[in-house]
């Protein structure tokens, strides 16, 4: 599939070769850099929410960990689709939110159809992808490293700053490709809950696929491709100068 999207990126109708794909995007480099912004800041949102939550859940019994682990997944066992739909009876101007805000006498205010609604839709679908690897790689820790740093006189602060967050850069930058990814090129996210207002590099390369415009889609999935394996490489470089002194 890939080796097929190149093609198309790099010729025309006929199949000749032609360079004029890329060039066209010229005009979709506020559409990169919106979905760029919209996938960091969702990414973010995530990390601050899934690390301390796969912490703590690191902190219980097995049996324990293991409802709390089922319960972050459970969302999963749903169709994204439907997932993303029910936020719309959510958030709408007659939804769940503004019905009970409307009894308190506030509002309605408008939630659905704007940036902060296709953002929460990414953090809530993709959330699970976080937690996962970073609770996977803090449960196989070494112990006896957070045992050293505590015998040698760190309090826990010390201990987590020096030891916990280091051991646990790994889960976190496979947490945050696992999220930025599919976030920078979702497209039904955007269309249900910005109702075609916000539009992102997804909802391009969806649109011109729809109008047949095979070659011009493709030539937008494969600048997409290299922004992501830009964006893998600096997250890959600086981590491991993170860890190892950059060797």
Request: glycine fraction near 8%; proline fraction near 4%.
């Amino acid at each position: 599939p890939l080796l097929f999207v190149i093609y198309y990126a790099f010729t025309d109708a006929s199949g000749a070769f032609t360079l004029s794909n890329i060039a066209a995007l010229k005009s979709y480099a506020g559409t990169f850099g919106l979905s760029v912004c919209f996938a960091l800041i969702a990414t973010v949102i995530c990390l601050i929410i899934a690390y301390p939550l796969a912490y703590f859940i690191t902190k219980q019994g097995a049996r324990s960990q293991s409802i709390l682990i089922m319960l972050a997944m459970l969302p999963m066992w749903m169709n994204f689709l439907i997932r993303t739909y029910s936020w719309i009876t959510i958030l709408a101007n007659t939804g769940i939110i503004n019905n009970l805000l409307s009894r308190l006498g506030i509002g309605p205010l408008r939630l659905i159809n704007t940036p902060g609604a296709v953002i929460l839709g990414m953090v809530y679908n993709f959330l699970p992808y976080m937690i996962l690897p970073i609770y996977t790689v803090m449960l196989k820790a070494d112990r006896s490293l957070i045992e050293a740093a505590q015998d040698l006189g760190g309090n826990k602060l010390d201990v987590f700053r020096n030891v916990t967050i280091p051991l646990s850069i790994p889960g976190v930058v496979s947490g945050f490709t696992m999220v930025f990814v599919p976030s920078v090129s979702t497209f039904y996210i955007s269309q249900k809950l910005g109702n075609g207002k916000i539009f992102l590099i997804g909802d391009a390369i969806e649109g011109q696929y729809i109008a047949n415009n095979l070659h011009f889609a493709a030539a937008i999935a494969f600048i997409l491709m290299i922004v992501l394996l830009i964006c893998m490489a600096l997250m890959k470089y600086f981590t491991t100068r993170r860890l190892y002194g950059g060797k």
